[in-house]
């Protein structure tokens, strides 16, 4: 009806009248024309850039300054506010306001001496220094220059503002600090400035000083801090030394961070500690000791974060009275004991993190436990016993129990558990089925489940209802599929699979409709027949090493970068890898596929990183297409037909660390030109057709870092390669750095390279290769002359093979400074003189061979050569003393006559087709041997596998 308006609305326009009338009245002086010139002359000097405040994160960007002409009022430009009654600037907000340029240092926006708010927050003033005239406005009650870009010194000028409530100086957004190499800190505060803030900033409440280098700063500078501060905010500021205690005393102290100061020390009060404190964050610091029980004095206490520092102890059964605790975080410490049962009284605790300790026990099983909590990761300790049923009820988001000794069943999930996004239960002792509730957790998106003893069927339907699913790890159990193939729905969202070790015998129907699939890795399992396509199109890494699998290889995905689908029965040629642009990792190793080796694997040598081809039917000539650029770190063609000279085009890989192409037809010289391969750890030429002598190095530079080699099984000639020996730098005085054991691989594949050599007498297939694991096998070959001194520096060797050439002269004393020898073989050569009773210092040389020489004396006595046996002499009739029948005495000192040598003629293939003969095998000593004699190639089986223990 017209003119008709309803109670509401009349309502509202009475609101309008009534607020009209009680207004405050107009200012009653404008901005005076000083002040407004002052800040059109401060707008001039920036530039507007969207970019300068992209990562605002508090409020959207605006380009304030856009806002204020030349004749208008300035009390009414945007971020601008005046005094009513005398129109002067009090406060000016230009946070995230798109200012671009150098601030000045000296201008007359300096001027406004009547400021009480300063707000420049997330701008970008291109590392200008912050001036001492910051120090020129004695009203001003609040500062924030934080994430705007400023560097140098913090001027001590800042600690004249005697009546600062607010001070914020971070240099740059936590986001920026945490997880990311970020550039060093920018912003400096020296011992004046923070001298200077302790002493005469008596009213200040809040002081931010993230990302700030305070390296030169005495934590017991900050002793005599206001006691009116609630918020301190330290983070990543480069602090080291011991912090005073009293700062987490300070009576009115609500917000505490300390984070990222991973050289700053101390520990927490021990009593009398009852401060307002709200949230507590020192992760990432080396603080230490145990938590007192003095924790539960902090009724107030909503958030506590001790993430990744040196805490110890038990956790205090006094955290179950912070009822206020929102989030407790206690992970990657070195806390012990059980978790405490009181922890469950915590009602409103909504995450609870204690994962990478070494916490043990059961869980709490408290009725009506945790009736808030939604993320829960108690991964990586060695908790045990069954899970607690309200594991099973409450509405968690995230729960994590992996990497623990939890055994029994998975039980029911119940519907509170709707919410469940991630459940990882991986590496524990769960046994039995998966049971069909795993299919109510409809918004599932990451589900791992590996390495336990799960076993049972898979259904046919149990994942039809988990549409968010993305990330499915079933691995290292013994599951099996239902054989119903009537699946029909498609999980489309999913893009990590891992099903491997089980005993699946094809591939789950559901992948096939899946869109985004990027990684699938199905080895280890029982896939019989052909692949007769890949029908992801965007997958790119697929692994489905160790199978059945028969027949031809299919086109590769245009987009994968890892394919592994050695250990099974795969035929026919390789032709059909050449469509792929982005591979890094492809392992074709231990099948049957023939042909030559397509010349295309130069067209994408510079992003293959890994190819393995070894123990098929290759023949024809390695390729010589490798181009500059070329990205292979690992190259093995071991164990096929491949033949003719290897091609110096190998060198414009610069970063080649594997060459194994052992077990082949390669007729060539020694291929000098590898010294190009500054990266080359191991080199590989055993059992080929490689002949003449081995000259020396050009440069003294040459092959620093090799490790292993293995020339043995040819017909090269003439003296020991002494040049090179010396050279091998990678050989001498390795260290434990205390990383840990690591291997030669792609980390970010979890891809180990392997290689194939002889150790102790047996050609086996390293399956890893020890980063500090060191051999030489110059074995059957036709060296002559003399044993080098030199080969004595090779401190770090394990293992050493120079047996059948045809050396003389004495065994050098020089051998008792290689201490980690495991195994010497200097077997069937024409050596001399005695054995040296240096040898005895090679504690752990579990195996060695002079069997077939003209050594003459008494054999070492006591230790580890009280393990050896007849063999290991066999054929030196001079020698003498245990365990030879022959006792020591003058009349069997002289010179044997020569022991029967092998017929020299060239290698035509198929010299000395028998291998090692194991004498006996002891704890700490490892293969004892009697006579060793050959060059026993493995072409009609593969070589054993082997991780060796060192």
Same mark, same amino acid.
């Given at each position: 009806m017209v003119g008709y308006h309803s109670p509401t609305f009349n309502l509202l326009l009475c609101f309008h009248f009534i607020s009209v009338l009680c207004s405050p009245s107009s200012p009653t002086h404008l901005c005076s024309p000083n002040q407004s010139a002052a800040l059109f002359q401060f707008k001039t000097h920036f530039s507007i850039n969207q970019t300068a405040s992209k990562d605002c994160e508090y409020s959207y960007p605006k380009a304030?300054?856009?806002?204020?002409k030349k004749g208008t009022d300035c009390c009414l430009w945007d971020g601008v506010s005046c005094d009513n009654i005398t129109g002067e600037v009090i406060s000016l907000d230009l946070s995230c306001s798109c200012l671009s340029g150098t601030f000045p240092s000296n201008t007359t926006f300096f001027l406004l001496s009547s400021l009480q708010r300063l707000d420049l927050f997330f701008n970008d003033f291109r590392k200008s220094k912050i001036s001492s005239n910051f120090g020129r406005f004695p009203s001003l009650t609040h500062l924030n220059l934080s994430y705007s870009w400023f560097s140098g010194p913090v001027p001590h000028e800042i600690s004249y503002l005697s009546n600062l409530v607010s001070l914020h100086l971070s240099d740059r957004p936590i986001s920026d600090l945490i997880g990311f190499q970020a550039p060093g800190p920018i912003l400096k505060l020296e011992k004046s400035a923070v001298n200077g803030i302790v002493r005469n900033l008596t009213k200040v409440r809040e002081i931010y000083l993230d990302g700030i280098d305070m390296s030169s700063i005495d934590p017991n500078s900050f002793v005599n801090l206001s006691y009116s501060l609630t918020s301190l905010s330290l983070f990543g500021c480069h602090l080291r030394g011991k912090l005073p205690d009293n700062i987490f005393k300070l009576p009115n102290i609500e917000y505490l961070s300390l984070d990222e100061n991973s050289k700053l020390t101390g520990?927490?009060?021990?009593?009398?500690?009852?401060?307002?404190?709200?949230i507590l964050s020192a992760s990432f610091t080396s603080l230490s000791g145990e938590l007192p029980e003095s924790f539960g004095d902090l009724k107030c206490l909503a958030g506590l974060d001790l993430l990744s520092s040196n805490f110890s102890g038990s956790i205090p059964r006094s955290?179950?009275?912070l009822t206020q605790l929102g989030f407790l975080f206690l992970s990657h410490n070195y806390f012990s004991g059980k978790i405490p049962s009181s922890l469950t009284n915590l009602a409103k605790l909504s995450l609870l993190s204690l994962e990478w300790n070494q916490l043990e026990g059961s869980l709490p099983d408290t009725p009506n436990a945790f009736p808030n909590l939604g993320f829960l990761d108690l991964s990586n300790n060695l908790l045990s016993g069954t899970t607690p049923s309200w594991l099973y009820t409450i509405p968690l988001v995230l729960l994590n129990l992996g990497n623990n000794q939890f055994i029994g069943h998975i039980s029911e999930f119940q519907n509170r558990l709707l919410s469940l996004n991630m459940l990882v239960l991986k590496n524990n002792s769960f046994r039995g089925p998966i049971l069909s509730s795993i299919s109510k957790l409809v918004n599932l998106s990451f589900l791992d489940l590996s390495s336990n003893?799960?076993?049972? &069927?898979?259904s046919s339907d149990m994942f039809s209802e988990l549409h968010s699913l993305q990330y499915l790890d079933l691995s290292s159990n013994?599951?099996?599929?239902?054989?119903?193939?009537?699946? &029909?729905y498609v999980l489309r969202n999913l893009e990590h699979v891992n099903l491997s070790s089980n005993i699946f015998n094809e591939l789950p129907r559901f992948l096939q409709g899946s869109k985004n699939l990027s990684v699938l890795d199905f080895s280890n399992n029982r896939i019989r027949g052909r692949l007769s396509k890949f029908p992801w199109k965007d997958i790119e890494l697929l692994n489905l090493r160790s199978n059945f699998i028969e027949g031809d290889l299919p086109e590769l995905p245009p987009n994968i970068r890892f394919l592994s689908v050695s250990n099974n029965s795969l035929t026919g040629t390789l032709s059909g890898i050449c469509n792929t642009k982005f591979i890094e990792i492809l392992d074709l190793s231990h099948n049957d596929f023939s042909g030559v080796i397509p010349q295309c694997i130069g067209s994408f040598s510079q992003s293959l990183s890994s190819l393995n081809l070894k123990m098929n039917k290759l023949h024809g000539a390695i390729p010589s297409t490798f181009a500059k650029g070329c990205a292979l770190k690992n190259l093995n063609l071991n164990s096929n037909h491949l033949e003719g000279p290897l091609k110096p085009s190998i060198t414009n890989c610069k970063d080649l660390q594997v060459l194994d192409?052992?077990?082949?037809?390669?007729?060539?010289?020694f291929p000098h030109w590898i010294e190009a391969l500054s990266e080359l750890q191991v080199l590989v030429l055993r059992s080929n057709k490689f002949h003449g002598p081995i000259t020396a190095p050009t440069s003294p530079q040459s092959l620093l870092k090799l490790r292993i080699v293995d020339l043995s099984c040819n017909n090269f000639f003439g003296p020991l390669p002494t040049g090179y020996i010396k050279n091998f730098k990678g050989m001498i005085n390795i260290l434990d750095d205390g990383k840990g054991v690591r291997y030669m691989g792609e980390r970010n594949y979890?891809?180990?390279?392997s290689v194939a050599i002889a150790v102790k007498g047996f050609e086996i297939e390293l399956m890893k290769i020890l980063t500090i694991f060191t051999s030489i096998d110059l074995s059957s070959n036709n060296f002559e002359g003399q044993i080098p001194r030199d080969i004595g520096e090779l401190s770090s060797l394990r293992g050493l093979n120079l047996s059948h050439n045809n050396l003389v002269g004495h065994i050098p004393s020089s051998l008792r400074n290689m201490t980690r020898l495991e195994w010497l073989d200097l077997s069937s050569n024409k050596l001399s003189g005695q054995i040296p009773t240096g040898l005895l210092d090679l504690t752990f040389l579990s195996s060695f061979n002079v069997s077939y020489n003209q050594l003459v004396g008494p054999i070492p006595k006591g230790k580890q050569f009280n393990t050896f046996e007849n063999g290991s002499y066999h054929e030196n009739e001079g020698l003498c003393g245990v365990p030879l029948s022959r006792g020591c005495n003058n009349n069997v000192l002289g010179q044997p006559p020569p022991a029967p040598w092998m017929n020299s003629e060239e290698d035509d293939g198929s010299k000395l087709e028998f291998g090692w003969k194991a004498v006996a095998i002891g704890y700490g000593f490892g293969f004892i041997f009697g006579a060793a004699i050959g060059c026993a190639r493995l072409r009609t089986g593969k070589p054993k596998w082997l991780l060796l223990p060192l």
């Amino acid at each position: 009806m017209v003119g008709y308006h309803s109670p509401t609305f009349n309502l509202l326009l009475c609101f309008h009248f009534i607020s009209v009338l009680c207004s405050p009245s107009s200012p009653t002086h404008l901005c005076s024309p000083n002040q407004s010139a002052a800040l059109f002359q401060f707008k001039t000097h920036f530039s507007i850039n969207q970019t300068a405040s992209k990562d605002c994160e508090y409020s959207y960007p605006k380009a304030k300054t856009t806002s204020w002409k030349k004749g208008t009022d300035c009390c009414l430009w945007d971020g601008v506010s005046c005094d009513n009654i005398t129109g002067e600037v009090i406060s000016l907000d230009l946070s995230c306001s798109c200012l671009s340029g150098t601030f000045p240092s000296n201008t007359t926006f300096f001027l406004l001496s009547s400021l009480q708010r300063l707000d420049l927050f997330f701008n970008d003033f291109r590392k200008s220094k912050i001036s001492s005239n910051f120090g020129r406005f004695p009203s001003l009650t609040h500062l924030n220059l934080s994430y705007s870009w400023f560097s140098g010194p913090v001027p001590h000028e800042i600690s004249y503002l005697s009546n600062l409530v607010s001070l914020h100086l971070s240099d740059r957004p936590i986001s920026d600090l945490i997880g990311f190499q970020a550039p060093g800190p920018i912003l400096k505060l020296e011992k004046s400035a923070v001298n200077g803030i302790v002493r005469n900033l008596t009213k200040v409440r809040e002081i931010y000083l993230d990302g700030i280098d305070m390296s030169s700063i005495d934590p017991n500078s900050f002793v005599n801090l206001s006691y009116s501060l609630t918020s301190l905010s330290l983070f990543g500021c480069h602090l080291r030394g011991k912090l005073p205690d009293n700062i987490f005393k300070l009576p009115n102290i609500e917000y505490l961070s300390l984070d990222e100061n991973s050289k700053l020390t101390g520990q927490f009060p021990k009593s009398n500690w009852s401060s307002p404190l709200v949230i507590l964050s020192a992760s990432f610091t080396s603080l230490s000791g145990e938590l007192p029980e003095s924790f539960g004095d902090l009724k107030c206490l909503a958030g506590l974060d001790l993430l990744s520092s040196n805490f110890s102890g038990s956790i205090p059964r006094s955290l179950g009275n912070l009822t206020q605790l929102g989030f407790l975080f206690l992970s990657h410490n070195y806390f012990s004991g059980k978790i405490p049962s009181s922890l469950t009284n915590l009602a409103k605790l909504s995450l609870l993190s204690l994962e990478w300790n070494q916490l043990e026990g059961s869980l709490p099983d408290t009725p009506n436990a945790f009736p808030n909590l939604g993320f829960l990761d108690l991964s990586n300790n060695l908790l045990s016993g069954t899970t607690p049923s309200w594991l099973y009820t409450i509405p968690l988001v995230l729960l994590n129990l992996g990497n623990n000794q939890f055994i029994g069943h998975i039980s029911e999930f119940q519907n509170r558990l709707l919410s469940l996004n991630m459940l990882v239960l991986k590496n524990n002792s769960f046994r039995g089925p998966i049971l069909s509730s795993i299919s109510k957790l409809v918004n599932l998106s990451f589900l791992d489940l590996s390495s336990n003893k799960l076993n049972g &069927t898979i259904s046919s339907d149990m994942f039809s209802e988990l549409h968010s699913l993305q990330y499915l790890d079933l691995s290292s159990n013994t599951l099996s599929l239902s054989s119903n193939n009537s699946v &029909t729905y498609v999980l489309r969202n999913l893009e990590h699979v891992n099903l491997s070790s089980n005993i699946f015998n094809e591939l789950p129907r559901f992948l096939q409709g899946s869109k985004n699939l990027s990684v699938l890795d199905f080895s280890n399992n029982r896939i019989r027949g052909r692949l007769s396509k890949f029908p992801w199109k965007d997958i790119e890494l697929l692994n489905l090493r160790s199978n059945f699998i028969e027949g031809d290889l299919p086109e590769l995905p245009p987009n994968i970068r890892f394919l592994s689908v050695s250990n099974n029965s795969l035929t026919g040629t390789l032709s059909g890898i050449c469509n792929t642009k982005f591979i890094e990792i492809l392992d074709l190793s231990h099948n049957d596929f023939s042909g030559v080796i397509p010349q295309c694997i130069g067209s994408f040598s510079q992003s293959l990183s890994s190819l393995n081809l070894k123990m098929n039917k290759l023949h024809g000539a390695i390729p010589s297409t490798f181009a500059k650029g070329c990205a292979l770190k690992n190259l093995n063609l071991n164990s096929n037909h491949l033949e003719g000279p290897l091609k110096p085009s190998i060198t414009n890989c610069k970063d080649l660390q594997v060459l194994d192409v052992g077990n082949n037809m390669i007729n060539d010289s020694f291929p000098h030109w590898i010294e190009a391969l500054s990266e080359l750890q191991v080199l590989v030429l055993r059992s080929n057709k490689f002949h003449g002598p081995i000259t020396a190095p050009t440069s003294p530079q040459s092959l620093l870092k090799l490790r292993i080699v293995d020339l043995s099984c040819n017909n090269f000639f003439g003296p020991l390669p002494t040049g090179y020996i010396k050279n091998f730098k990678g050989m001498i005085n390795i260290l434990d750095d205390g990383k840990g054991v690591r291997y030669m691989g792609e980390r970010n594949y979890s891809y180990d390279y392997s290689v194939a050599i002889a150790v102790k007498g047996f050609e086996i297939e390293l399956m890893k290769i020890l980063t500090i694991f060191t051999s030489i096998d110059l074995s059957s070959n036709n060296f002559e002359g003399q044993i080098p001194r030199d080969i004595g520096e090779l401190s770090s060797l394990r293992g050493l093979n120079l047996s059948h050439n045809n050396l003389v002269g004495h065994i050098p004393s020089s051998l008792r400074n290689m201490t980690r020898l495991e195994w010497l073989d200097l077997s069937s050569n024409k050596l001399s003189g005695q054995i040296p009773t240096g040898l005895l210092d090679l504690t752990f040389l579990s195996s060695f061979n002079v069997s077939y020489n003209q050594l003459v004396g008494p054999i070492p006595k006591g230790k580890q050569f009280n393990t050896f046996e007849n063999g290991s002499y066999h054929e030196n009739e001079g020698l003498c003393g245990v365990p030879l029948s022959r006792g020591c005495n003058n009349n069997v000192l002289g010179q044997p006559p020569p022991a029967p040598w092998m017929n020299s003629e060239e290698d035509d293939g198929s010299k000395l087709e028998f291998g090692w003969k194991a004498v006996a095998i002891g704890y700490g000593f490892g293969f004892i041997f009697g006579a060793a004699i050959g060059c026993a190639r493995l072409r009609t089986g593969k070589p054993k596998w082997l991780l060796l223990p060192l």
